[in-house]
């Protein structure tokens, strides 16, 4: 017998060195997360300056079932 277990809750991070790629990334979960029926419940954003002087990107998007 087969069993199905739906995911109720998935925490995602994301890096990039622009904000442009970052958000790709970002809304190409998004649209993954949908076939599974998972939304975006939480984004939180961060830069960080490297030792080179590079900003780097990073989110962390947490999704929830819908309901």
Do not use: C, P, W
Not at 6 to 16: G, P, S, Y
């Amino acid at each position: 017998m087969i069993t199905f277990d739906l995911i109720q809750d998935k925490v995602e991070f994301f890096e990039a060195t622009d904000l442009k790629t970052l958000e790709k990334k970002i809304n190409e979960q998004i649209e993954h997360n949908k076939a599974i029926m998972l939304e975006v419940h939480h984004v939180s954003y961060d830069v960080q300056l490297l030792e080179n002087g590079q900003r780097l990107y990073s989110a962390m998007v947490h999704f929830k079932s819908k309901k």
